[in-house]
């Protein structure tokens, strides 16, 4: 049990919240499991005003710690110090474990490399700040302490922190756009993402980079929000798809594509740190290599990909 004497007033959770420098979130839920006491007596709702010279103690949870499996494959390392880690993410490689989860994912993997936080409030985390789909490579970051995974998620929330994504979509965009639009769960298919009327807000930027012969683009995208599926969403609005996006209604006769050929190519973020600006590339994987190298002229590519220039284009985008 630890304790001290508050010595501002005002609601619980903001004080403890002050008093541990932590994320009010985690502090809301110990008071809810009732770890949290004021002059002796459990509280348990986070609306509860103290006042200086009241006796606040709590109570931390022991994390549960998530069981080691075998793990058969290896994840590219793009950036490493003591507090973060930035990877370039496999396609095919679940994120997070879950009941209809079987093989390995990448929380195994980070556990295997000592990778695991925990919360004020019980909860076993693994430092993975932002989403990203199964389907979906490129660059992810994970925080390796509380602080600095607090730090990120700040910075994701006040869009400091960010990533450009590179996909090929099939048929081209009439021009650069915005789609603003609410996503929420498809009423009608539960493994779909759509825009509906009561959603949660949604943007996204899309930029024209390149056409082939045959009417396939290769376009770059910017997230100011991070709902599930968005960019196939927003996509699926404008009546373009990626290419293997079979969910959101990709269909080709020309060939079989074995997955959506969407990349996180590009992340900034400042070092919480050190508080250094820095940006990330994710070097594409075989399989979009290959189209890319197939049917786009390689010098054109590389200019139009080229991460200064990519950044420059959307600097001017709110």
């Given at each position: ?41 459990t509280i348990t709702k986070n609306s509860v005003k103290v006042a200086e010279g009241d006796e ?33 993410k496999p396609s095919g490689l679940v994120v997070h474990p879950a009941p209809s989860v079987k ?216």
């Amino acid at each position: 049990m630890n304790k001290f004497i508050t010595t501002t007033t005002g609601r619980i959770d903001k004080v403890l919240a002050a008093q541990l420098d932590v994320s009010r979130n985690q502090v809301e839920k110990l008071v809810k499991d009732g770890l949290v006491s004021v002059n002796g007596k459990t509280i348990t709702k986070n609306s509860v005003k103290v006042a200086e010279g009241d006796e606040i103690a709590y109570t931390f949870k022991e994390a549960e710690k998530r069981e080691a499996v075998e793990i058969d494959f290896d994840v590219e390392i793009l950036y490493e110090d003591e507090y973060l880690l930035i990877i370039n993410k496999p396609s095919g490689l679940v994120v997070h474990p879950a009941p209809s989860v079987k093989e390995p994912t990448l929380v195994d993997w980070l556990i295997h490399k000592g990778i695991s936080l925990s919360t004020i409030s019980g909860e076993e985390r693994h430092g993975i700040v932002h989403r990203i789909d199964k389907e979906t490579t490129g660059a992810l970051v994970v925080a390796k302490d509380n602080k600095t995974h607090e730090a990120l998620s700040e910075q994701l929330q006040d869009k400091s922190m960010g990533r450009y994504y590179l996909a090929l979509i099939d048929c081209p965009l009439k021009d650069d756009v915005i789609v603003d639009k609410p996503i929420g769960r498809n009423p009608n298919n539960r493994l779909r993402m759509d825009v509906v009327q009561h959603g949660k807000s949604a943007k996204t930027a899309f930029k024209k980079l390149l056409d082939t012969a045959h009417g396939t683009e290769l376009i770059a995208a910017k997230l100011f929000t991070g709902r599930t599926h968005q960019i196939r969403v927003h996509l699926n609005v404008l009546g373009r798809h990626i290419l293997g996006d079979n969910l959101y209604g990709f269909k080709s006769k020309r060939d079989k594509i074995a997955r959506v050929n969407l990349h996180a190519y590009l992340l900034y973020l400042t070092h919480p740190a050190t508080g250094e600006k820095m940006q990330f590339t994710a070097p594409l994987f075989d399989d979009m290599k290959a189209y890319l190298a197939k049917y786009f002229d390689d010098e054109l590519l590389s200019e139009k990909i080229d991460p200064v220039r990519l950044d420059a284009s959307f600097s001017t985008v709110k």
